[in-house]
């Protein structure tokens, strides 16, 4: 028998169906409430996050917490849809799990509608008439039944109600902040949907701008979070903070600061200054290490530090001069061409053409040379070529300015690409500059073109500064100065002495000179300059020997007491002129020169032959005067220590009594002490008179040389000279003077010592005895002398007398002449 199931009425299913909707819709409906409120909640949780966050430490949520939130939400809003909408609506509803449901509910329905569903879904075939009629009768009581149940008692609409109205009220909220403060939802969809770092930056009632001060000039860097700033090391970091006219200016602004260095790292924080209306200002003093920097004011805080990397300062670590020397110093050859320099000054000859090679420890972006005279900038294009469009601004421009040094005007050539690249090293590090030292750098600064080769004058012992400006944009606080000493090609220095000849000469003279000529890089020329009378100019005469571009020249050559002779014959002098006469001498330079110069000027007188020998004369005479003068010192030594060598027996004899009265004891310590005092005295005087009879043999020398050299001489007079005078004072000053000091020194020697100098006194005395005995023969050749030139003075006067009747016969005759 087949198996027949038994339909459920339309009632029944009618039911069951709008049971199935009902629950579908309110599902549905909690399930997006559910969804709001979770998302509504995580919103306002992210936004009172923000919103704490930043009134506590004024910056802006991290980026990876408002991912985090961003994320959460995201998984939220598609967990949420999935598990309490999506997954709920696709599940299955079956009609038994509703008559379930609507039986528990309605209790008045008896099973029967459970009932009815069974059988509807699987029906029996052996069921007999009676089961039949009794499932129908089922049925029929189950569908009027359920046509009168109220499906809406079925369901809780508590949690329906809560959930909706937690979505309502949160969506209000929402919406209520939209409408009150859009700028703050725009601020939370730009922090967590947009991602944007800088949300609050709009909201800010306080700006601050920060900046530092550089050096030199004062010059005003904004700081940026995206790059760090390069400081010198060891210098001021002059940290200024601006607030912008449209926002609040803060009570206080506040610097936190952290420092990491090779020693380890430190923080802290200062009260900054206020400076002005709307500027803040606070120094660190000498930065050494790198920094980090937050500001803090009103509500402004900066997210990320500041970034402060202290390097070194430029600087040149060393300067050497590669010299060519001009042709007239012969330095060249033998000098070092490659000078370094040590210190801030060097020394180099005016004219000297040179290349200052300066090495600095960084990159180079510009170089500074300032002058007086002149104002020289080059930058280095490789290198600014890598720097940032901030800092392109801060590059000098290549170009010489000079200035004039009679007015205040000044004139800029612009240097090319070329003199630049010339000017600095390939690898940035130094600066290479072609230079001369020119005492007319004026005046050749005043027509300065663009030259090829780039040389520049400068002046003499006039201070450069160098301000070099680096790859890192920092600029040398202190200029470095150097200062190139020119030394200046002095005319030679002559030293010249007349030897042998007096101020008075007869017309056959011959005037002997003898000293030397230096200078600094060799003499040229050297000649003799004579002028006669009232003339102007000089007369040049070469001389024997050429300087041939000696440094020291020697009149005469090189032999010991060689001279040069100048002879006064040639001049045909007549008596009674006026000679002068100087050594003249140029050097070699030719760049600042030739220099000439001139020694001692020399006048002399022309006189006959008796008047020179009337002069001598009365030289010999006064050195006669002085030489009985010390004759008559060396007999009173003599005599003085022959009476104290009697007080020296006296003192020996004392000194053999065994038992001495006081009396004698007195007696030999006055003896003692007289003794002594002689011993002394007589040891000075005689060394004076040594030195004085010298210098009466130097003098008696001269008088010789004179006679020789003024033509006067004769070989008998010479003889006597020699003879009777030089050879005997010269055996005076070289024998017996030293021996009479020796026997003397030994006499006090021994008086010292306390031993007897009865032997010491008599070789003195016996020593001046023999000093005498040839003085008095000097002296005896002096007076033989005397009454030789006594003659000559006599025959010289007569021929002045003679003169003079000629002079006054003649005048007689003219006159007589006039009166007829």
């Keep these: 028998m087949a198996t027949t199931h038994t339909r459920l009425p339309d009632d029944v299913l009618s039911v069951l169906n709008d049971l199935r909707g009902r629950i579908r819709r309110y599902v549905l409906i909690e399930g997006v409430s559910l969804v709001v409120v979770v998302i509504c909640g995580l919103f306002w949780l992210s936004y009172l996050t923000d919103w704490a966050y930043f009134r506590l430490s004024r910056l802006e949520l991290p980026g990876w917490l408002r991912s985090t939130f961003l994320i959460v939400m995201l998984c939220s809003l598609v967990g949420g849809v999935l598990a309490w909408i999506v997954a709920r609506l696709m599940r299955k509803i079956r009609s038994r799990a509703l008559a379930l449901v609507l039986e528990k509910r309605f209790p008045e329905l008896d099973d029967r509608l459970i009932t009815a569903v069974e059988l509807a879904e699987n029906g029996d075939g052996n ?358 000493n020119g030394i200046v090609d002095l005319p030679p220095v002559i030293e010249t002495r007349l030897k042998g000849i007096g101020r008075s000469i007869t017309r056959l003279a011959r005037i002997p000179i003898e000293g030397t000529i230096i200078d600094d890089y060799g003499v040229s020329t050297a000649s003799f300059g004579h002028r006669v009378d009232d003339a102007e100019q000089y007369d040049h005469t070469r001389l024997s020997l050429e300087p041939s571009g000696y440094k020291s020249f020697t009149l005469g050559g090189a032999e010991p007491q060689a001279t040069e002779p100048f002879s006064v014959r040639t001049l045909e002098l007549s008596l009674g002129q006026k000679l002068v006469l100087s050594v003249f001498a140029t050097d070699g330079d030719d760049v600042t020169g030739p220099h000439e110069s001139h020694g001692e000027v020399y006048t002399f007188r022309v006189v006959s032959n008796e008047e020179l020998l009337a002069i001598l004369y009365d030289k010999e005479l006064n050195l006669r005067l002085r030489f009985e003068q010390i004759i008559n010192e060396v007999t009173e030594a003599r005599d003085d220590l022959a009476a104290h060598l009697v007080l020296s027996r006296e003192a020996r004899d004392l000194r053999a009594v065994e038992q001495p009265t006081d009396e004698q004891r007195a007696l030999l310590d006055q003896t003692n002490t007289s003794l002594a005092v002689c011993a002394d005295r007589r040891l000075q005087s005689l060394r004076k008179n040594h030195t004085e009879t010298r210098s009466i043999e130097e003098s008696f020398s001269d008088i010789r040389e004179e006679m020789v050299n003024n033509r006067v001489d004769n070989s008998t007079a010479l003889e006597r000279i020699d003879d009777g005078i030089l050879t005997p004072l010269h055996q005076i000053n070289e024998f017996d003077y030293p021996e009479a000091d020796q026997n003397i020194a030994l006499f006090r020697l021994v008086h010292e010592q306390g031993d007897r100098s009865t032997k010491e006194i008599q070789a003195a005395i016996d020593a001046i005895e023999t000093m005498l005995d040839r003085m008095d023969g000097v002296l005896t050749e002096m007076r033989r002398r005397e009454t030789f030139n006594e003659i000559v003075k006599l025959y010289q006067s007569l021929l002045e007398k003679e003169q003079e009747l000629h002079n006054r016969t003649k005048k007689a005759h003219i006159d007589s002449l006039f009166n007829e």
Excluded at 131 to 145: C, E, F, G, N
Excluded at 332 to 351: K, Y
Excluded at 430 to 438: D, N, R
């Design 127 to 484: 069921e007999t008439p009676f089961a039949s009629a009794m499932q129908r009768r089922t049925i029929t009581d189950a569908a009027l039944t359920a046509r009168k149940l109220d499906l809406e008692t079925v369901f809780d609409r508590r949690p329906l109600k809560r959930a909706l109205a937690g979505a309502i009220m949160l969506l209000v909220s929402i919406a209520g902040l939209g409408i009150a403060d859009a700028s703050s939802v725009q601020r939370w969809y730009s922090a967590f949907v947009l991602g944007r770092d800088n949300y609050w930056d709009p909201f800010r009632r306080s700006a601050l701008s920060v900046g530092v001060v550089a050096q030199p000039g004062d010059r005003f860097r904004r700081l940026t979070t995206d790059d760090e700033y390069r400081h010198p090391r060891g210098a001021d970091l002059v940290v200024r903070v601006d607030v912008p006219d449209d926002k609040v200016v803060p009570e206080q602004v506040t610097l936190h600061y952290r420092t990491v260095g090779e020693t380890g790292s430190s923080q802290g924080r200062v009260t900054m200054t206020q400076v002005g209306d709307q500027t803040f200002r606070h120094v660190l003093s000498r930065a050494m290490d790198d920094h980090q920097l937050w500001v803090v004011g009103g509500d402004f805080t900066n997210r990320l530090p500041y970034r402060v990397d202290v390097v070194d300062p430029p600087r040149i670590d060393s300067i050497s001069l590669d010299c060519d020397y001009p042709a007239y110093t012969g330095m060249n050859a033998f000098a070092d061409q490659q000078v370094p320099v040590q210190g801030t000054q060097v020394s180099l000859p005016v004219g000297t053409r040179f290349v200052l090679r300066a090495e600095t420890n960084k990159p180079l972006l510009g170089v500074r040379i300032r002058s007086p005279l002149f104002d020289l900038s080059f930058a280095n294009a490789t290198t600014s070529d890598e720097l940032s469009e901030a800092k392109q601004p801060s590059i000098v421009s290549s170009q010489l300015i000079v200035k004039s040094a009679e007015t205040e005007q000044s004139t800029t050539y612009p240097l090319g690409a070329g003199d630049v690249q010339s000017l600095m090293v390939s690898d940035g590090f130094g600066f290479e500059l072609p230079l001369i030292v020119a005492s007319d750098a004026a005046e050749r600064l005043s027509t300065w073109e663009d030259s090829v080769p780039f040389e520049l004058p400068v002046p003499p012992d006039v201070p450069l500064q160098f301000e070099l400006h680096d790859a890192d944009d920092i600029r040398s606080g202190e200029p470095i100065r150097l200062t190139i």
